[in-house]
């Protein structure tokens, strides 16, 4: 079978490298070369989050499992859920779907959460925890994260739980400096691995916090991982070969240097950017747009956004229709992980020559 090249949110291309790493013969989960590699892992992690506070931990799961794990460990009382588009509507869902008691401060899709409602929602003393998704990935929108950290501030007795999923690896975000007590992401999108494994950044004050919650279950319960952290190890058998792969590619990580990944990734952004808005137009609010995925409105009457799809097809490359309800009105191109600026360009020269016949 033909390679199909992927440029969708998730899962994204994967570094023949990193392929490779997977394909190792398994080890034990209870000793000492796993140990290594875990501590290993955690201290890239630890260099890619910025800090050495904190906890890391690895969840063998997909990212919505640590969505789930968040709630169960820092809702206590009341959550609020901001919602700007799918990821975080689905995140109220798990809320609700955990018997948490949760309100919706939900804006129009394509929308930031505004810092100042926030504040205003937050200051009737009703919540205990608070969700965001940093980069909603089918809106391609990087919400104002500096500003509602800035907000988060004033209210230290709400936890503030912050999805990564489709950034992290991608952008800088450093959770001591954001306030931020849970924040987590996936390894199929900025870091360039395989789907099945999570990463979570647990603050002091989240462990503290998860003690008093009850119900917190067993699978995601944050004092599980704990205990078994000490040894370098997870609660229940990981899964191995990801996190093998993920010491790996976070190696490659470093090496590139997380300055220029950043550059790299900003890079690619203004160029699908200026792309989009001289043929089509960039679906986010100005100034909201996503540096790791590009959500573009198709406002062209010569061709539809499953012509787009089928044409490059037919080259082998794979983009996103929009999410949801945004399936026909919009397309999505992600730009992250090991994806470079030229292949980028390549891809765009496509889509032109598509527009031009
Ligand atoms: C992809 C994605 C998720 C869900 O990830 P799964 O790996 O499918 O669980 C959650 N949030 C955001 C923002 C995402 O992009």
Redesign the pocket.
């Known amino acids: 079978m033909t390679h199909k090249r992927l440029w969708i949110?998730?899962p994204v291309e994967v570094h023949p490298d990193v392929l490779q790493a997977c394909a190792v013969p398994m080890i034990t989960h209870r000793g000492k070369e796993y140990q290594k590699i875990h501590s290993g892992v955690k201290g890239k992690l630890r260099q890619l989050f910025g800090t050495e506070k904190g906890h890391v931990y690895l969840f063998t799961s997909?990212?919505?499992g640590a969505?789930e794990g968040a709630l169960r460990n820092l809702c206590g009382r009341r959550a609020l859920s901001c919602t700007c588009g799918n990821?975080s509507e689905r995140w109220h869902d798990i809320a609700l779907e955990n018997g948490k008691e949760a309100d919706r401060y939900g804006v129009e899709w394509g929308q930031p959460n505004r810092p100042e409602e926030i504040d205003r929602l937050l200051s009737t003393g009703k919540y205990d925890c608070l969700t965001l998704?940093s980069?909603?990935?089918s809106t391609g929108l990087f919400n104002p994260l500096r500003e509602i950290s800035d907000v988060m501030k004033k209210y230290p007795d709400v936890s503030f739980a912050v999805?990564a999923?489709?950034s992290l690896a991608g952008v800088p975000i450093n959770p001591v400096e954001l306030g931020i007590d849970y924040l987590l992401a996936?390894t199929?999108?900025a870091f360039g691995l395989p789907?099945g494994l999570a990463v979570v950044w647990a603050s002091d004050r989240a462990l503290e916090k998860s003690a008093k919650v009850p119900g917190r279950g067993h699978y995601f319960d944050l004092h599980q991982f704990r205990k078994m952290d000490e040894k370098n190890e997870t609660p229940e058998t990981p899964v191995i070969s990801l996190i093998h792969a993920l010491d790996v590619q976070m190696t490659r990580m470093l090496a590139e240097g997380l300055d220029n990944r950043w550059k790299r990734h900003r890079e690619m952004a203004t160029t699908c950017q200026e792309w989009a808005n001289s043929r089509f137009k960039m679906f986010p609010a100005a100034g909201c747009w996503s540096t790791t995925v590009s959500c573009i409105e198709n406002t062209r009457k010569d061709v539809t956004v499953k012509q787009l799809y089928e044409k490059l097809l037919e080259r082998n490359a794979v983009i996103s229709e929009g999410y949801g309800k945004l399936k026909e009105r919009t397309f999505r191109i992600a730009h992250m992980a090991d994806t470079t600026v030229a292949e980028l360009r390549e891809l765009l020269g496509w889509i032109d020559e598509i527009l031009k016949k």
């Open positions: 949110p998730g997909s990212s919505t969505m990821f998704v980069n909603e990935t999805d999923v489709s996936g199929q999108k789907p």
